[in-house]
């Protein structure tokens, strides 16, 4: 079996409310409206079954609810897509294992009881954040509840990237060209989510908290040497803070934090990215995910891809079954 761990849904009855609520919106709101394997069963399942003993696990696509709605609406937009989701999981158990919940980030109270309704009521297998809650870092005191809530459950928390063409490239310009914004902004996203946690000492207060990132951990891989050695000298390069306590007070060097996150494989049909995420993760800590069906094909194309490179790894057969389910199963409890 191959349990894709990372795949984009809008069920209908979401879609729809997100229409209703923001249906003029830019960017990724009109990325997403092109892509009808998002909200289309028919359409997504024709795109399943082109694989064979392939399965799902859901959760919703940009844009984060937070850009879409105040936090007067959120909460009711994160209940009708966990609702729609968590029905999905009821009627297609065998192509849906489980799904993720979103949440009203711009709403943390909202937020922690729909986390506890989402997984004691709809049997969620973990929750969404995106790298920032519209603009403000996620390792803000009013949001920390949630990882220490998530870090009780037991359960991952998967981690996307959000930044739209409003976030120049250069100080001098007001939007982003060329979609930058999305090409390189959205893995510097995760890797800057990473490291905000990493030395805000969440690993070391919540023992138990567990992080998927999407798309291989963005960045932080492929500068293993730079976040190994540049950050053994954290301080010495600012002046108007002390930063060199902050090593002092981690419990472990700080790299092996960031080897602690699990990573997926979504990375569009690279394949040195892949074997670079996997030596930097581990095979423990690498799950399949396609990123479904955010592909030029609209669906198979980088499943197709994704399997191919998988395949095509030098590594055991016991070790690609973990990365296929074995992973999925021991850490979403499926």
């Known amino acids: 079996m191959k349990i894709d761990i990372f795949n984009h849904i809008f069920?209908?009855?979401?879609?729809?409310k997100m229409m209703e609520v923001a249906?003029?919106?830019?960017?990724?709101?009109?990325r997403v409206r092109g892509v009808p394997v998002l909200y289309d069963l028919e359409a997504r399942f024709r795109v399943m079954d082109q694989f064979d003993d392939y399965a799902q696990v859901i959760c919703l696509g940009a844009p984060p609810l937070e850009v879409l709605a105040g936090p007067e609406v959120t909460p009711e937009l994160a209940k009708i897509a966990n609702d729609g989701m968590a029905d999905y999981v009821t009627k297609y158990p065998d192509r849906f294992p489980g799904?993720?919940?979103?949440?009203?980030?711009?709403?943390?109270?909202?937020?922690l009881d729909e986390i506890d309704r989402a997984?004691?009521?709809?049997?969620a297998v973990g929750v969404q954040f995106f790298s920032n809650v519209k603009g403000a870092p996620l390792d803000l005191p009013e949001l920390k509840p949630?990882?220490?809530?998530?870090?009780?459950?037991?359960?991952?928390?998967?981690?996307?990237?959000?930044?739209?063409?409003?976030f120049p490239d250069y100080l001098t310009e007001e939007k982003s060209k060329y979609e930058i914004w999305f090409v390189f902004g959205w893995p510097y996203e995760t890797s800057v989510a990473m490291a905000r946690l990493v030395f805000g000492g969440y690993f070391d207060q919540f023992p138990?908290?567990?992080?998927?990132?999407?798309?291989m951990g963005g960045m932080i891989p492929y500068f293993e040497g730079r976040v190994g050695t540049s950050w053994d000298q954290l301080g010495t390069r600012t002046s108007d803070e002390d930063y060199t306590v902050i090593l002092k007070q981690l419990k472990k060097p700080h790299l092996e934090y960031f080897k602690g996150f699990y990573a997926d494989t979504a990375l569009f049909g690279a394949s040195?990215?892949?074997?670079?995420?996997?030596?930097?993760?581990?095979?423990?800590?690498?799950?399949?995910?396609?990123?479904?069906?955010?592909?030029?094909?609209?669906?198979?194309?980088?499943?197709?891809e994704t399997i191919k490179i998988i395949e095509n790894l030098q590594i055991s057969e016991a070790d690609r079954h973990k990365i296929y389910e074995g992973n999925a199963r021991k850490l979403l409890r499926i």
């Open 119 to 123: 997984i004691k009521d709809l049997r």
């Open 208 to 215: 138990n908290l567990k992080i998927i990132t999407h798309h």
């Open 11 to 16: 069920p209908k009855v979401y879609f729809d």
């Open 272 to 304: 040195s990215a892949t074997k670079c995420g996997l030596e930097f993760f581990g095979v423990d800590h690498v799950l399949f995910a396609s990123d479904c069906p955010f592909d030029p094909e609209k669906g198979p194309g980088y499943i197709r």
């Open 23 to 30: 249906p003029n919106h830019k960017d990724m709101g009109k």
């Open 146 to 166: 949630l990882f220490e809530k998530m870090a009780g459950y037991d359960l991952p928390i998967w981690i996307h990237p959000a930044r739209g063409a409003n």
């Open 99 to 111: 799904f993720v919940a979103s949440m009203p980030m711009n709403n943390p109270d909202a937020a």
